[in-house]
């Protein structure tokens, strides 16, 4: 039985593609309409679910969507030719290549190959050198995510004390610089596989953040009452998704995120937030 508030990121989420289809509408109206493109390769089965849910939403808002597709044993060069290929492509406001790869590509050689004012998902070197230095530019999709409903659900953050477990380059690493920003000001330990104890640093935290990718790591006693969570990584197996977070944590947190309709969705709404952001723009930043 859950007791806790449940974070709602269907509902934010739903919310927040109203705000923009309003902002499309406006931008179409001037002649502009943004388009999203993604860079799928191979067949991960979560990618293939969350691309399809980026271009439903695509749909929902009026963005349009350039989709491109590669095989699991595509070379090095055929993604960077498609990479090239979008950053090249007027109807393309933004885009993203979906993560993880597959093995045999180099990951940071093809994010850097992004041009930095079409990265939609802020994960290129440059952008995220931006938000080190707190200068405007696009952020990565999940944390905006998180922080957006935490905000939208009254959650406190500045001067609240939050456990990050994991420091992927996706949700971990970028949403500690996020929060510890001077508009959050929060206070944040950084957990990882080699943090002695991490339960005690999760009891301490007003806010944890389970973002590791490890089946129901978070465990009820783990977590202080009343606290807030958030159950981002998910694990898919035969039985089903698995998420970060033990389900009897919903006794003794105050909120919680599922991890079925909680981050999730905020990811997706806030990439459409940074692709209606660049069309709004209206072109390359300067010094981008
Ligand atoms: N290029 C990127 N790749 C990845 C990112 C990212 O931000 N950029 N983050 C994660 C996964 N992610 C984004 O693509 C993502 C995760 C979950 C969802 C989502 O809609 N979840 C649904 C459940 C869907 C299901 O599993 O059935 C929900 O919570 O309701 C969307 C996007 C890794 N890769």
């Not at 963005?63 to 393309?92: G, M, W, Y």
């Not at 200068?135 to 922080?147: A, F, V």
């Not at 080699?194 to 009820?220: F, K, N, Q, S, Y």
């Amino acid at each position: 039985m859950t007791t806790s508030v449940m974070l709602d990121g269907n509902a934010v989420a739903a919310d927040i593609k109203a705000e923009l289809a309003d902002r499309v509408a406006e931008l179409r109206s001037r002649g502009i309409t943004p388009g999203l493109g993604t860079v799928l390769v191979g067949d991960h089965p979560g990618s293939r679910v969350y691309v399809a849910g980026k271009h439903r939403d695509c749909a929902e808002v009026g963005i349009a969507s350039l989709r491109v597709e590669l095989p699991a044993d595509a070379t090095q060069a055929d993604v960077e030719a498609a990479v090239l290929a979008l950053d090249a492509d007027p109807a393309c406001t933004g885009f993203i290549v979906q993560l993880p790869l597959p093995p045999h590509l180099d990951t940071h050689a093809v994010l850097e190959l992004i041009d930095p004012a079409k990265d939609a998902d802020g994960l290129h070197p440059a952008n995220l050198g931006r938000l080190v230095l707190g200068m405007p530019g696009p952020l990565p999709c999940t944390p905006r995510g998180i922080i957006e409903l935490l905000r939208r659900h009254d959650v406190p953050i500045t001067g609240a004390t939050f456990c990050v477990i994991g420091c992927g380059i996706t949700v971990g690493r970028p949403l500690g610089l996020m929060l510890t920003r001077s508009s959050e000001h929060a206070t944040v330990t950084m957990c990882h596989e080699r943090t002695e104890d991490i339960a005690a640093h999760a009891r301490a935290a007003d806010v944890v953040v389970a973002a590791a990718g490890a089946a129901h790591l978070v465990r009820p006693d783990w977590v202080r009452p009343g606290a807030t969570v958030l159950s981002v990584g998910i694990t898919r197996t035969i039985e089903g998704v698995l998420g970060d977070v033990h389900p009897g944590v919903g006794e003794v947190a105050g909120r919680l995120a599922p991890t079925v309709g909680g981050v999730g969705p905020m990811t997706r709404a806030m990439l459409l937030t940074n692709v209606v952001e660049a069309a709004e723009r209206g072109g390359p930043r300067e010094g981008g």
